[in-house]
C-alpha cells in the first residue's frame, strides 16, 4: 500500500512539472483588468430561461489581487468565454 501511495505521489509530481513546461494559454488574467467594471473583456454571461434572477459580477480587489466577484441572491448564471484550444498544444487546462 505503501508502495502505492509512492508511486502515485511521483507520478502526480513527474506530471506537474512536465506541465510547468508547457505553454501557457491566458484565458482570463482578471488580476490585468480594472476594479470597477462589470464583465471581463471577451466574457459573456449565460442565462437560464427558467431563472428569472441572474448573478451579478463585478471586477474588484481582494487583497492584493484582482478578481471577478459574484453575487447570487436566489438566483443562477454563469461567465462564459469561446476560446480555441489544440489540445496537441495545450494538453493542460487550468485555472484559478
Given at each position: ?5 509512492m ?33 471581463p473583456e471577451g466574457?459573456?454571461p449565460?442565462?437560464f430561461?427558467?431563472i ?6 463585478e ?5 492584493e ?24 498544444d495545450?494538453?493542460?487546462?487550468r485555472?484559478?
Amino acid at each position: 500500500m505503501i508502495h502505492l501511495f509512492m508511486m502515485l505521489g511521483i507520478g502526480l509530481w513527474s506530471a506537474s512539472v512536465w506541465a510547468q513546461d508547457r505553454p501557457v494559454l491566458e484565458v482570463g488574467k482578471f488580476s490585468s483588468d480594472e476594479p470597477g467594471i462589470s464583465l471581463p473583456e471577451g466574457w459573456k454571461p449565460l442565462t437560464f430561461k427558467k431563472i428569472p434572477k441572474l448573478t451579478t459580477y463585478e471586477v474588484v480587489k481582494d487583497g492584493e489581487r484582482v478578481v471577478v466577484k459574484a453575487t447570487s441572491d436566489a438566483s443562477a448564471s454563469g461567465l462564459t468565454k469561446e476560446v480555441k484550444i489544440d489540445p496537441k498544444d495545450f494538453p493542460f487546462v487550468r485555472w484559478q
